[in-house]
């Protein structure tokens, strides 16, 4: 296993804390690249969403998720990896496996799961395949188009990824040659993330400036590649809230302008279950911190009771599931059933209301 440095100071693995910045309006970016805007949440309703979501239409979408995952993976990584890498991919002068470490290394950084190297074969013909293992991924669906959309990068043309359990949270994945769909192509574009000037102050690591209130409230299994949040026990990764925005966009694009309703509803029915990330309930100020540090926006209003429920929230990524767990989050607090109504304004402001249904 390759070895990972450790702040002094906070004990958060130099990996984690090296690749993302915090700003000041609730956003996460890359540390070398503010305009890809990233986020630092519990994942694991990831997985039980999209397929409550399958659930509710009669059909599963996991190969539409897949293959979105897969189409912005690889818009994600074109900027990311410089063209004479993979020119010496492309080449064969530059070893796959080596190439792969690296890859794994930051995903078992950053909450992917435990990654393994299995077997490939590079000859650009039909017979090519890349094989790994991934022991306990935050989410089999977005790993597996995630794999996909890296080696499509890597090597070029566009590629499937199939995947077996072959033990208990263990995974085998195989990527072979493929064409996504033409509608996928045009309609799935990545936008960028624009940081803007805020008023989020986050106490930070003197040594590594990191927000404290992460560093208290995580802990790394970086042999494992898991992240768990010792105050509320779930998982968490780092996510790209434009991808996954952007594979609801499609979704709805795909199969229909009910598809909104039934995400915030497949995450309302899982909040209202026991996923609580977020004591919703608690003083403005905490929930505020909260979403900051999980980069999912900047917090104006927010207010819970037994009449009720409303949220305002500048900047905000990941809308839907949001809309869905404050929903959950009410019904489960009150016993009761509701309704929810939200708007997006301005600039990515989120307004959210939730009403006990009569």
Not at 251 to 280: H, K, S, T
Not at 322 to 337: A, D, M, T
């Amino acid at each position: 296993m390759t070895e990972f440095a450790t702040c002094g100071t906070c004990g958060v693995p130099e990996r984690f804390h090296q690749l993302n910045t915090w700003m000041t309006d609730g956003d996460i970016v890359q540390a070398t690249n503010h305009e890809a805007r990233m986020a630092m949440a519990e994942c694991e309703n990831v997985d039980p969403v999209f397929r409550a979501v399958g659930d509710a239409i009669g059909v599963s979408i996991d190969h539409l998720v897949i293959n979105i995952i897969a189409r912005g993976t690889q818009l994600y990584m074109d900027s990311l990896i410089p063209p004479p890498v993979k020119e010496m991919i492309r080449g064969k002068t530059l070893e796959v496996r080596d190439f792969a470490q690296g890859v794994m290394d930051l995903c078992h950084a950053i909450g992917y799961g435990r990654y393994r190297f299995l077997d490939y074969r590079y000859e650009n013909d039909e017979e090519d395949f890349c094989r790994i293992s991934i022991y306990r991924p935050f989410s089999i669906l977005e790993t597996s188009g995630a794999f996909a959309g890296v080696i499509a990068s890597s090597v070029g043309g566009e590629h499937s990824v199939t995947y077996e359990e072959v033990g208990p949270g263990l995974y085998e994945l195989t990527t072979t040659w493929t064409t996504y769909p033409e509608v996928l192509k045009e309609r799935l574009t990545l936008s960028q993330h624009a940081p803007r000037q805020g008023d989020v102050d986050f106490e930070r690591c003197p040594e590594c400036g990191i927000p404290r209130l992460l560093a208290s409230m995580c802990e790394w299994d970086m042999e494992n590649g898991v992240i768990r949040n010792t105050q509320n026990g779930y998982r968490m990764a780092i996510l790209s809230p434009g991808l996954m925005d952007t594979v609801f966009d499609a979704l709805e694009w795909e199969l229909g302008e009910e598809i909104p309703r039934l995400v915030v509803n497949a995450q309302r029915a899982y909040a209202r279950e026991g996923f609580q990330p977020i004591d919703f309930s608690r003083p403005l100020e905490e929930i505020r911190q909260h979403l900051a540090v999980r980069g999912l926006g900047n917090l104006r209003d927010c207010a819970m009771g037994e009449g009720g429920a409303n949220l305002r929230l500048d900047n905000a990524c990941m809308r839907l599931p949001l809309v869905g767990l404050l929903q959950g989050s009410f019904e489960r607090i009150n016993g009761v059933e509701s309704e929810v109504e939200w708007e997006v304004s301005g600039e990515d402001t989120l307004s959210v209301e939730v009403r006990p249904r009569r």
